[in-house]
């Protein structure tokens, strides 16, 4: 996916990316070992650690997807990042519209992780599709290219 740029910059990209989900795998251990007492009230503790682990596993195979060069891993991982992450975003910004104007910042920040999760799947799509075009294949609708 990198290998058109030059090999320091290629390595410092996937550095940061790499340590970046390992991070947000991070924030959905975090979420089940040490749960938010507002989010619990407002979700449930079932519902948060689905959510957490359903972030911290993806991560960790997105992450394994950057190390290993293996940008399917990290396409997928990156839909159920997001998926993960959507009952955390929309309880924050619930919180923020029921008043508790001081979880404010914390409801863009998690917006803008989730959207930086489909960022990730829709480079990846993009890459898949450059693939594709460079290789010849032309996509029938089939599922097969």
């Known amino acids: 996916m990198y290998s058109n740029l030059p090999k320091r910059q290629r390595r410092l990209i996937k550095l940061v990316l790499a340590a970046s989900w390992l991070l947000a795998g991070a924030g959905g251990i975090s979420a089940i070992v040490v749960s938010p007492n507002t989010i619990v009230a407002e979700l449930g503790r079932l519902v948060v650690y689905g959510w957490g682990g359903v972030v911290a596993a993806s991560s960790l195979v997105a992450t394994a997807g950057v190390l290993f060069m293996r940008y399917r891993w990290e396409w997928w991982a990156s839909w159920f990042a997001a998926a993960g992450i959507v009952p955390y975003v929309g309880t924050v910004w619930w919180l923020v519209a029921a008043g508790e104007t001081t979880r404010l910042t914390q ?39």
């Open 107 to 145: 409801a863009f920040l998690v917006a803008s992780l989730l959207g930086f999760f489909v960022l990730r799947a829709l480079l990846c799509a993009a890459h898949a599709a450059k693939l594709r075009a460079l290789h010849g294949e032309v996509s029938s609708g089939d599922g097969n290219a």
